[in-house]
């Protein structure tokens, strides 16, 4: 608690108010405090008084409620508290608390001014006063002390907020960036799954639509029912595949170049682990997946998976064995493990960490699931894709 109070959560946090009005309380309690003590063992209570000291009482209480607006104007509070303490002793408390106020906010010359202000009244209340008791370099020490120790620490304090927050813009920036390239991968990531569904269902449909177009003037049997039926493929098939391409068009906003050829498959994990051990990197590599195998499009999700985690281990674990399994069934899930130690030798190459979050809006797409992080195992990279029957 006092340490919220002394560095403070940003103004418009959750309980900014409820904390400003606590730490208003605990200042006027230690302004009425220190102040109280000074009125009892100075020399307000003693013949020839400045002022009567129910009177100094009264003004000390006046100067301490007028700490309410310090936050605001810490400076001109200081600077009205500073004279009165020339005549009220019980005033003393409120001017101290002022001027740590005025180190916290400003700058340490501009309290340092105030403090020599408020030291300078000392022999003024000696002056003022008939029959003083103590000499007047006592009354310069006990003015001087608890200026220097409110304006030291009311520095350290205004330093310490000052750094707090930048490093909360810091974190908050940091945090922005990130969510910012977390984002661009996403984006990034769609535009790359957009191109191979172009380049995959662009083919595809391009072959029915030039069937469509060869039944269309078929002779073998009626003329017209082949043209209906035809002309109704061709129709269809072309307004899909345009379809298509407005929602790729969309995705790629701003991309030039070549449609990417066709994407690698399943077939093509043998020859992306022999890359892999052609590199340097230890692989063990199962697969137990019946004939004929999933669709393409799980397949592919299957292979940039192992890619991926290939990629990782190669990245963060240099010299490890990797180990990549996939298995699964027709009616179940294909299941694609990649697993390797958390450590490994040789220079590790720092990454992005944005992989894996293509790789989850990979596996989104085709309705799995996907998992990683530290395992039994080491690093544990798994994904379940849906293989319908």
């Given at each position: 608690?006092?340490?919220?109070?002394?560095?403070?959560?940003?103004?418009?946090?959750?309980?900014?108010?409820?904390?400003?009005?606590?730490?208003?309380?605990?200042?006027?309690g230690?302004?009425?405090a220190y102040?109280?003590?000074?009125?009892?063992i100075?020399?307000?209570?003693?013949?020839?008084?400045?002022?009567?000291?129910?009177?100094?009482?009264?003004?000390?209480?006046a100067?301490?409620?007028?700490?309410?607006?310090?936050?605001?104007?810490?400076?001109?509070?200081a600077?009205?508290?500073?004279?009165?303490t020339?005549?009220?002793?019980?005033?003393?408390?409120?001017?101290?608390?002022?001027l740590?106020t005025?180190?916290?906010?400003?700058?340490?010359?501009?309290?340092?001014?105030?403090?020599?202000g408020?030291?300078?009244?000392?022999p003024?209340?000696?002056?003022?006063h008939?029959r003083?008791e103590?000499?007047?370099?006592v009354?310069?020490?006990?003015?001087?002390?608890?200026?220097l120790?409110?304006?030291?620490?009311?520095?350290?304090?205004?330093?310490?907020?000052?750094?707090?927050?930048?490093?909360?813009?810091?974190?908050?920036?940091?945090?922005?960036?990130?969510?910012?390239?977390?984002?661009?991968?996403?984006?990034?990531?769609?535009?790359?799954?957009?191109?191979?569904?172009h380049?995959?269902?662009?083919?595809?449909?391009?072959?029915?639509?030039?069937?469509?177009?060869?039944?269309?003037?078929r002779?073998?049997a009626?003329?017209e029912?082949i043209?209906?039926?035809?002309?109704?493929?061709?129709?269809?098939?072309?307004?899909?595949?345009?379809?298509?391409?407005?929602?790729?068009?969309?995705?790629?906003?701003?991309?030039?170049?070549?449609?990417?050829p066709?994407?690698?498959?399943?077939?093509?994990?043998?020859?992306?682990?022999?890359?892999?051990?052609?590199?340097?990197?230890?692989?063990?590599?199962t697969?137990e997946?019946?004939?004929?195998g999933?669709?393409?499009?799980?397949?592919r999700?299957?292979?940039?998976?192992?890619?991926?985690g290939?990629?990782?281990a190669?990245?963060?674990?240099p010299?490890?064995?990797?180990?990549?399994?996939?298995?699964?069934?027709?009616?179940?899930?294909?299941?694609?493990l990649?697993?390797?130690p958390?450590?490994?030798?040789?220079?590790?190459?720092?990454?992005?960490?944005?992989?894996?979050?293509?790789?989850?809006e990979?596996?989104?797409l085709?309705?799995?699931?996907?998992?990683?992080?530290?395992?039994?195992?080491?690093?544990?990279?798994?994904?379940?894709?849906?293989?319908?029957?």
């Open positions: 608690m006092v340490f919220a109070l002394l560095v403070p959560e940003p103004p418009d946090s959750p309980g900014a108010a409820a904390r400003d009005r606590l730490a208003d309380l605990v200042g006027i230690v302004a009425l102040g109280g003590l000074m009125l009892s100075g020399d307000a209570t003693r013949p020839g008084a400045a002022v009567p000291w129910p009177v100094d009482a009264a003004v000390g209480l100067c301490c409620l007028a700490l309410l607006v310090r936050r605001h104007r810490p400076v001109a509070v600077a009205a508290l500073l004279p009165v020339a005549v009220s002793v019980a005033a003393t408390g409120a001017a101290i608390v002022a740590f005025v180190a916290v906010r400003r700058r340490a010359r501009v309290a340092l001014l105030l403090g020599a408020y030291v300078a009244a000392g003024v209340y000696f002056l003022l008939d003083p103590f000499p007047v370099w009354d310069l020490v006990a003015r001087a002390g608890p200026a120790a409110a304006i030291g620490w009311g520095l350290f304090v205004g330093a310490h907020r000052r750094l707090t927050g930048s490093l909360r813009e810091r974190a908050a920036r940091l945090e922005a960036e990130q969510h910012l390239r977390v984002d661009q991968a996403r984006l990034t990531e769609r535009a790359r799954i957009a191109r191979e569904m380049d995959v269902l662009a083919h595809r449909m391009s072959l029915v639509s030039l069937h469509a177009g060869a039944l269309e003037v002779t073998d009626r003329p029912e043209s209906i039926a035809a002309a109704a493929i061709r129709g269809s098939v072309h307004d899909a595949l345009q379809e298509l391409r407005t929602v790729i068009g969309v995705l790629r906003e701003g991309a030039a170049g070549r449609p990417e066709p994407q690698p498959g399943l077939a093509d994990l043998p020859a992306l682990v022999d890359d892999a051990r052609a590199t340097g990197v230890t692989v063990t590599y697969c997946v019946p004939s004929p999933p669709s393409v499009v799980l397949g999700t299957a292979y940039r998976v192992v890619q991926e290939l990629t990782n190669r990245k963060h674990s010299g490890a064995v990797v180990r990549v399994r996939v298995d699964g069934r027709a009616g179940a899930d294909l299941r694609v990649v697993t390797n958390v450590s490994g030798g040789g220079p590790v190459v720092p990454g992005a960490g944005v992989g894996l979050v293509g790789i989850g990979r596996v989104a085709v309705g799995g699931r996907v998992a990683h992080g530290p395992s039994a195992d080491g690093f544990r990279l798994e994904a379940w894709l849906p293989w319908p029957a």
